[in-house]
């Protein structure tokens, strides 16, 4: 992958984490409770999470989204930049990750599988685009 598909995909993720970012500010309460109602609509024995009453986890999920948006637009912006790329990488694995555990060794609860659902694609895609631009780049130092 030559570094302008690799950019395409980089000013993605940096739009659209900037408009998740922005949108979960006035909508961050709603998420788990349709979360926990799709959970209990479906036939499956899926337990609710609490939802949450602090804002501070709030504060770091948003920030999250931010970091990752920055540094997705970094990437974008130069070909000199795109080691930032690693931070979505290593944000989309961890939290993928942690929700397939969450799920098996905390409640299996509905929230968990969504977050698989929206950040394991992310994780992939970013994982493989990654690892076709490193390739492309690769043969062209050859």
Not at 109 to 125: E, H, K, M, S, T
Request: charged share 15%; aromatic share 20%.
């Amino acid at each position: 992958m030559n570094y302008e598909k690799f950019r395409k995909i980089a000013r993605a993720y940096a739009v659209s984490h900037l408009i998740a970012g922005t949108l979960y500010i006035p909508f961050h309460k709603i998420i788990p409770q349709i979360c926990n109602f799709i959970g209990d609509v479906l036939p499956f024995h899926f337990q609710p999470l609490p939802l949450p009453s602090e804002m501070f986890w709030f504060a770091l999920s948003v920030s999250m989204m931010y970091m990752i948006a920055y540094s997705g637009y970094i990437a974008s912006k130069s070909e000199d930049f795109v080691y930032a790329w690693k931070v979505i990488i290593l944000s989309k694995g961890t939290s993928t990750f942690l929700f397939f555990a969450f799920f098996i060794a905390d409640k299996p609860a509905f929230a968990y599988i969504a977050g698989i659902i929206v950040d394991g694609p992310l994780f992939l895609i970013a994982l493989i685009s990654w690892k076709k631009y490193i390739s492309e780049k690769d043969k062209v130092k050859r």
